[in-house]
T-cell receptor, first 112, second 118 residues
Framework: SQELEQSPQSLIVQEGKNLTINCTSSKTLYGLYWYKQKYGEGLIFLMMLQKGGEEKSHEKITAKLDEKKQQSSLHITASQPSHAGIYLCGADRTGTASKLTFGTGTRLQVTL | GAVVSQHPSRVICKSGTSVKIECRSLDFQATTMFWYRQFPKQSLMLMATSNEGSKATYEQGVEKDKFLINHASLTLSTLTVTSAHPEDSSFYIC??????????????FGPGTRLTVT
């Protein structure tokens, strides 16, 4: 079984709608990272969360980490076509920040 | 910002041949680089951690004799797929951690290399 699960696996939303992507770990994390990937391209760093209950925002994207540091959500407000892509959460399980374990990914499409 | 490049971006090779993929940090020094593999519609899987001047650390299940990693300088790591077979066809992505920084916040990803073995 996957140690880091993302839901939903894919999502189609109309432009202007809000959406939420979840990332759940079976173990407590030292850190949780969100990346965006366009098909066939590298990863773009979005946000990093380290403290239980932490919340960060950048433009129309907000990420939260729960108090137990096992679940994170990524919320996009008023989605735009530029938000389309694959969203990946990455977990730091060792506390040494030396490598990341990635979630299964969520493919987002934004329709006009 | 920090930029990581990969070369080539796409490569097609015949079964049995070897292919070298380069990962370069263009404007910073990277003591540690990571190599990932991604299959279609799947997540990234860490293959190995490459440290400058020392042997790479491979993840469980990754054949070190098949995927040769060399990190000869603070700005360059190479992955060589030896005796490639069609099942090695995949998208290979590297990342580089900025020298002196200890958090993945400073881990920058390359654009990836798509390998197709015929």
């Amino acid at each position: 079984s996957q140690e880091l699960e993302q839901s939903p696996q894919s999502l189609i939303v109309q432009e202007g709608k809000n959406l939420t992507i979840n990332c759940t770990s079976s173990k407590t994390l030292y850190g949780l990272y969100w990346y965006k990937q366009k098909y066939g391209e590298g990863l773009i760093f979005l946000m990093m969360l380290q403290k239980g209950g932490e919340e960060k925002s950048h433009e129309k994207i907000t990420a939260k980490l729960d108090e137990k540091k096992q679940q994170s959500s990524l919320h996009i407000t008023a989605s735009q076509p530029s938000h389309a892509g694959i969203y990946l959460c990455g977990a730091d399980r060792t506390g040494t920040a030396s490598k990341l374990t990635f979630g299964t990914g969520t493919r987002l499409q934004v329709t006009l | 910002g920090a930029v990581v490049s990969q070369h080539p971006s796409r490569v097609i090779c015949k079964s049995g041949t070897s292919v070298k993929i380069e990962c370069r940090s263009l404007d910073f020094q990277a003591t540690t680089m990571f190599w990932y593999r991604q299959f279609p519609k799947q997540s990234l899987m860490l293959m190995a951690t490459s440290n400058e001047g020392s042997k790479a650390t491979y993840e469980q299940g990754v054949e070190k004799d098949k995927f040769l990693i060399n990190h000869a300088s603070l700005t360059l790591s190479t992955l060589t797929v030896t005796s490639a077979h069609p099942e090695d066809s995949s998208f290979y992505i590297c990342s580089a951690r900025r020298f002196g920084r200890e958090t993945p916040y400073e881990q920058y990803f390359g654009p990836g290399t798509r390998l197709t073995v015929t």
